[in-house]
């Protein structure tokens, strides 16, 4: 079983090109730009970050310097707290340092990468996961219209993968013009364990991957309740002209991150990795499968599909760089854009 955009030859194969050739890698690496260097204050900026780090080094040098330290002559207990109190205050200070240089290291190595239109015939499918009686059909609703909104020259397919195969759901493709999957009544896709698992995301997206992965070249993922922005292709698809180029991943923003405590510390801890450390991963083109993400169908079928493990996205990602492109000989790598690219529901609990 085939859909309809499954454009394939007789052998199962994605056709060529138009031309019949592929342009150089070289010439369609993903460029970057410093992110310092596109500040009006970038001097003073790049002053900051680099005297920040000194500063709290010398401080902590102050406070563990042989002469500043306070030598009592009887011994006994009062050493030995001093001592502790010295040991402390040296760890409290380390980590101080840490928590400062690393973030400016951070800065100084951080990289945006250059936008470039979108190749043309790229097939894109975005698939949104459903589990009846855990997520409201409302908000699978608000998230595949969302999808269908997205602003995309070439074609795209979205579809629900619905867990339980439900008549409700079918009838909510069928009355806004998404496709429809379940794997539900198939018993190789509903294992107890693995990349099947029965009653997982990863387990329904590997069981679509297996049925339709090979009529797309890239896919996105998006969860109930979770809105995609209009330019979330726009801003993603044009990096996969580097072919070396596994995925691409933006921040998702956190609709009630000013709710509970869960959803306000989800956001601060967010907003650290996607506008830092996942641009400064940028300068080793590595950046975490984390956030929104577009992942070319190949590297993940060659990993072996979503890893079958709580974090399954993070996993992934880690999985798809340690292999290499059979095309070009190069390791998979891997590209983050600065731009908010989708807006979802926070956590409404810590265990969440």
């Known amino acids: 079983m085939r859909p309809e955009s499954c454009d394939q030859d007789d052998h199962g194969c994605l056709p060529d090109p138009p031309g019949g050739k592929r342009e150089p890698a070289a010439a369609n690496r993903v460029r970057h730009r410093g992110v310092p260097a596109g500040e009006p204050h970038r001097i003073g900026a790049v002053l900051v970050t ?17 002469a500043g330290r306070t030598r ?3 011994g006994g207990w009062p050493a030995v707290l001093d001592g502790a109190a010295l040991a402390s205050t040296a760890c409290a200070a380390l980590c101080l340092l840490l928590a400062v240089a690393l973030p400016a290291l951070a800065t100084l190595v951080a990289r945006d990468p250059v936008p470039v239109r979108p190749p043309s015939g790229l097939r894109a499918a975005l698939v949104v996961t459903y589990v009846p009686g855990r997520e409201p059909l409302d908000a699978v609703r608000t998230t ?5 909104r997205l602003r995309r020259e070439g074609p795209l397919d979205v579809w629900l993968l619905d867990e339980g195969d439900e008549p409700a759901a079918r009838a909510l493709c069928a009355d806004i013009g998404a496709r429809h999957f379940s794997r539900r009544g198939v018993p190789e896709w509903n294992r107890p364990a693995g990349a099947h698992r029965a009653g997982t995301r990863h387990g329904n997206r590997n069981a679509w991957l297996a049925m ?3 009529c797309y070249d890239v896919l996105a993922c998006a969860r109930a309740g979770e809105e995609v922005l209009p330019h979330f292709l726009e801003r993603t698809l044009g990096h996969f002209r580097d072919p ?16 509970t405590p869960p959803a306000r510390a989800a956001e601060a801890q967010a907003l650290v990795l996607q506008t830092l450390f996942q641009r400064a991963a940028n300068r080793r083109r590595a950046p975490l499968l984390a956030g929104a993400a577009v992942v070319r169908t190949a590297a993940l079928r060659q990993a072996g599909g979503f890893v079958p493990c709580g974090a399954d996205d993070l996993a992934t990602g880690v999985e798809i760089h340690r ?3 059979p095309a070009t000989g190069g390791h998979w790598c891997s590209v983050h854009t600065a731009e908010i690219l989708a807006v979802g529901p926070g956590p409404a609990s810590w265990p969440e």
């Open 244 to 259: 070396d180029v596994a995925f691409v991943v933006g921040p998702r923003s956190l609709r009630d991150a000013a709710g």
């Open 72 to 74: 009592r002559t009887g």
């Open 212 to 214: 339709y992965g090979d």
């Open 144 to 148: 595949l219209l969302a999808a269908l």
């Open 50 to 66: 680099v005297l920040a780090p000194v500063l709290t080094a010398v401080l902590l040098w102050h406070l563990v310097r042989p």
């Open 323 to 325: 292999r290499r492109n």
